[in-house]
């Protein structure tokens, strides 16, 4: 079956980055765009961009533009998200999902989702 | 501010039928597909309606998906208390290199 296994929880200090990844199975990774998405505390899903897995190619939502980089490794079926330059106000649940859409674009959709990493900045 | 509104809260009692509505605008709702999605609490929310108004397998079929200009809506019949959950509207919006778009998510409870 498609599933998504995300890397675990991370602790960092203001001004730090963290790269968080995303393990792919039961699929071909490079026919399906990933994306990402955020989660603060109480809050509810914020968009952070794409990575077409084929081409490595990316669109980053304005908000993390300078700060978040997406990547793959398509020998290991693995997206890796990195935000750098860490805020308190980054803390939060960030999720990589899968739009399930096998026509060569994407239009944002995600099935399924991996099961979130929590990442806490606090110095 | 999420660029989809929905109301922050929903109740109804087990059996009940309940709605949740999402408005948005031409360069999202208006012109491309809405998805929904339940997150469980503690969870990672999981898909329940795409393309406006399909189900993934597995989906009872007791929800439904309806989308009119540039509102949408969710609807649940025979709500059940496993019912309770965080439900999110989505949708892909056309400004600038598109970008997608969710709704602020609305809490339902079962009472």
């Known amino acids: 079956q498609v599933q998504l296994v995300q890397s675990g929880a991370e602790v960092k200090k203001p001004g730090a980055s963290v790269k968080v990844s995303c393990k792919a199975s039961?699929?071909?990774?490079?026919?399906?765009?990933m994306h990402w998405v955020r989660q603060a505390p109480g809050q509810g899903l914020e968009w952070m961009g794409w990575?077409?897995?084929?081409?490595?190619?990316?669109n980053y939502a304005q908000k993390f533009q300078g700060r978040v980089t997406m990547t793959r490794d398509t020998s290991i079926s693995t997206a890796y998200m990195e935000l750098s330059r860490l805020r308190s106000d980054d803390t939060a649940v960030y999720y990589c999902?899968?739009?399930?859409?096998?026509?060569?674009?994407?239009?944002?959709?995600?099935?399924?989702w991996g099961q979130g990493t929590l990442v806490t900045v606090s110095s | 501010q999420s660029v989809l509104t929905q109301p922050p809260s929903a109740s109804g009692t087990p059996g009940q039928r309940v709605t949740i509505s999402c408005s948005g605008s031409?360069?999202?709702?208006?012109?491309?597909?809405v998805y929904w999605y339940q997150q469980l609490p503690g969870t990672a929310p999981k898909l329940l309606i795409y393309?406006?108004?399909q189900r993934p397998s597995g989906v009872p079929d007791r929800f439904s998906g309806s989308k009119s200009g540039t509102s949408a809506s969710l609807a649940i019949s025979g709500l059940r208390s496993e019912d309770e959950a965080d439900y999110y509207c989505?949708?892909?919006?056309?400004?600038?290199?598109?970008?997608?778009?969710f709704g602020g998510g609305t809490k339902l409870t079962v009472l």
């Open positions: 039961g699929y071909t990774f490079t026919g399906y765009y």
């Open positions: 031409s360069s999202n709702i208006g012109s491309n597909y």
């Open positions: 999902a899968r739009d399930p859409d096998s026509s060569g674009w994407t239009w944002g959709w995600f099935d399924p």
């Open positions: 990575i077409n897995p084929n081409s490595g190619g990316t």
């Open positions: 989505a949708a892909w919006d056309d400004s600038l290199s598109g970008f997608v778009v």
């Open positions: 393309r406006n108004n």
